[in-house]
């Protein structure tokens, strides 16, 4: 069984600049969410991905958007990078896109916005 | 609004010791709730699920109960190990399919 895996692990972007994270959700799930984790905090929700539509959404500005693919992979973009948006980006996969699937997470990607 | 605290922040212990954390949310009307583990700079292991109908769920030492009407959570580790040394999250899935987690507890277990 293969875990969620993310790519890039790290990455360094100057603000203004756009930005793809990508993850892979784990055998057998349909269903993926996108967290953002400031140094010392917990994650924060962004969305939620379930049939390739986005189906539950945080209170991110709408510079923050993805995409599911039909084998359940997904990205998240952000445009026009703010410093504030430094954080490690963290996905995970459930099934079902209902509200009683257990997360599993990724190892999550490290942005750096100078 | 959904928001989840856990107290302590942080925690120090003797190896061997039991312990408790804590999770609050404060709306009930929660799907489940999750307790996770986090390394330094890790992502996120899944401990404990426990659905909205269930009061409680056991892995080994760590035993997490849930009680809606009050809004808490708590999760119980025996016998504490050095290698029990992380930050523990818990999380609420609540409505409009919006996972909201808390600050986490930061514990250290001193060999």
């Known amino acids: 069984e293969t875990g969620v895996t993310q790519s890039p692990t790290h990455l360094i972007k100057t603000r203004g600049q756009q930005v793809t994270l990508r993850c892979s959700s784990q055998s057998g799930h349909n269903t993926v969410s996108w967290y953002q984790q400031a140094l010392g905090q917990g994650p924060q929700f962004i969305f939620q991905?379930?049939?390739?539509?986005?189906?539950g959404r945080g209170n991110f500005p709408p510079r923050f958007s993805g995409l599911q693919f039909p084998n359940y992979s997904s990205e998240l973009n952000v445009n026009a990078l703010e410093l504030d948006d430094s954080a490690l980006y963290l996905c995970a996969s459930s099934w079902g896109g209902t509200n009683t699937g257990e997360l599993f997470f990724g190892e999550g990607s490290r942005l750096t916005v100078l | 609004k959904q928001e989840v605290t856990q107290i302590p922040a942080a925690l120090s212990v003797p190896e061997g010791e039991n312990l408790v954390l804590n999770c609050s949310f404060t709306d009930s009307a929660i799907y489940n709730l999750q307790w996770f583990r986090q390394d330094p700079g890790k992502g996120l292991t899944s401990l404990l699920l426990i659905q909205s109908s269930q009061r409680e769920q056991t892995s080994g030492r760590l035993n997490a109960s849930l009680d809606k009407s009050s809004g808490r959570s708590t999760l119980y580790i025996a016998a504490s190990q050095p290698g029990d040394s992380a930050t523990y999250l818990c999380?609420?899935?609540?409505?409009?399919?919006?996972?909201?987690f808390g600050a986490g507890t930061r514990l250290f277990v001193k060999a």
């Open positions: 991905y379930y049939r390739e539509e986005e189906n």
């Open positions: 999380a609420a899935l609540t409505g409009g399919f919006k996972t909201i």
